[in-house]
């Protein structure tokens, strides 16, 4: 008896990404130990076809993006990646073409953040293709960067620049038409998880989080954790180049920008005395960082201030799914 | 602002199921520990609607059903239940009641299997409800089952009883007519993840796994990792009486049986010398187990006796989602 196609497809296109630990994917699970005096990090996110990539994104990157958004968490924590578990549910007719051009993301994204799979489950359905990733991570004790922790008086601070994705998605849509370079597709395609910055200012920022459902709102987290609110000035949120080209000429998109999500940047809240600790290890980085504002005292408020100081009406904070 | 729904949902539902290091659902990611001198066992296992169970299945069974195949995995490897992450990427529209219904079954099922959820994500999708569970265990070193290991002379066991619940799915489609006490379809809803007994036979079985394709199918995993073969007698295989009185009514169920799948009982190789051991070991779990056959030296064959010795032909093994 010959063995079943979803075992081959295993064989060919996933076996070749697992590491120690992972017993050849040919086990129920893997068995590994933790690095002596580290603490597991763990978190879960998926991605649905047609809602979190494009049907016709290239599967490179989309296996790419999968690994990245969830090495964003782990960015956030502070943490150091140690491996990941993946479970494919493909819509039924998948090419193999297609799969191999996904496995191949995963596998130059595995150099590029020094892990591998350790496990998994593959299925099929007569819906869009569902992936869903389990990434583990590392941190020393006490070192975890949360979200709580924020206090009235510290700066808020973003890695990076912000609304690159949301406007990406917007110009692989054909609804902006400004993105020459292809940098906003980029930028949606393949988010930059700041592993390198989360490690860096992990022992100095008081509270972080990934930007990943839009600014207002996943800032609007970081407050409730802490019970306090937020002032924000929306001249100082960094932007790319294309960015800021396609916000000049249409003052419409600055809310995509606010609001959009897809950023995978870092947003924390650090006491005003240790920027300069922060800076230094930004630079250390290599990733820039940019001050927007300040944790405040009213509970749980996020403000958005213009250039003239009048609170900004936003309708909706950012992205949600139901 | 407002919190979106998806906020408000994961508040409602899934937050009362998080425990010790989930940060309350609160966070990017979990922190944990391993309890002293513990290995990880980790393993993740999806389910799609109309596909791993059916769409009229009661929700809080379909939140335990996926609880309990990623156990199994578990149960497999010998190791001890620590937590889970979960994607939940449901079908748009799904009610309210539903969400609530899947939570109990998880709520109630953690309470039994003495877990927490730990983190995860979601979303939703225009196609069938899909979801996706990581499981997180422990083991003592050295001590974790794996598939390799079984030898020429051992003898092959399983747990429980085979092919209720390929039945029991017959059953609820209509395609068989007796299961009067709703045996069968409760045996495809609530698999019985085998922990006790996988943590009692660790040490003494020499290769073991859960059955969760089709017994012959899974066999030839088992042989595959050895590098061996497998002879086992149909007559042999355990069936519960409601099974039984199936295939004496229809003796071509015995496929369904042999090659169905959903059974989640394990399957394990040990030499005959440690038969009284298991059998020992056994009793501990209050699980019933019983010898189906034996590893032979022709290489990767999985050989099925009928009553007169005679091999009996199977045109597949299990089941494949390809």
Not at 284 to 295: F, Y
Request: proline share 6%; charged share 20%.
């Amino acid at each position: 008896m010959s063995l079943p196609a979803e075992f081959a497809l295993i064989a060919r296109h996933f076996r070749p990404l697992a590491g120690e630990g992972a017993l050849g994917l040919a086990d129920d699970a893997a068995v590994l130990d933790l690095p002596v005096g580290r603490r597991l990090v763990i978190a879960a996110d998926a991605m649905v076809e047609g809602v979190h990539y494009l049907p016709d994104d290239p599967p490179e990157t989309i296996g790419r993006k999968l690994l990245r958004v969830n090495l964003s968490d782990l960015a956030a924590m502070g943490a150091t990646p140690l491996g990941y578990l993946m479970t494919t549910v493909l819509s039924r007719g998948t090419p193999d073409d297609w799969i191999a051009g996904f496995a191949r993301g995963l596998a130059e994204d595995q150099r590029a953040f020094n892990l591998t799979v350790l496990g998994g489950d593959t299925a099929a359905t007569p819906g869009p293709t569902c992936l869903s990733l389990t990434i583990l991570g590392t941190v020393a004790p006490g070192a975890a960067l949360t979200r709580a922790g924020a206090r009235p008086g510290d700066d808020i601070w973003v890695s990076g620049t912000i609304g690159d994705g949301a406007l990406g998605l917007k110009a692989l849509r054909g609804e902006v038409s400004d993105d020459e370079t292809g940098h906003l597709a980029r930028r949606y395609r393949l988010p930059e998880p700041r592993l390198a910055l989360g490690q860096g200012i992990a022992g100095i920022a008081s509270a972080g989080m990934d930007v990943s459902d839009g600014l207002v709102q996943d800032l609007g987290h970081l407050c409730r954790a802490a019970g306090y609110g937020a002032v924000i000035e929306a001249a100082s949120v960094p932007l790319s180049g294309a960015a800021r080209r396609l916000v000049m000429g249409d003052a419409a998109l600055t809310t995509a920008v606010l609001t959009g999500g897809d950023d995978y940047e870092l947003l924390f809240a650090a006491a005003p005395g240790v920027a300069d600790a922060l800076r230094e290890a930004a630079a250390g980085a290599a990733t820039p960082i940019t001050r927007i504002g300040r944790i405040v005292e009213a509970p749980h408020e996020v403000q958005v201030l213009d250039r003239d100081g009048a609170s900004m009406p936003l309708t909706r904070g950012g992205w949600s799914h139901f």
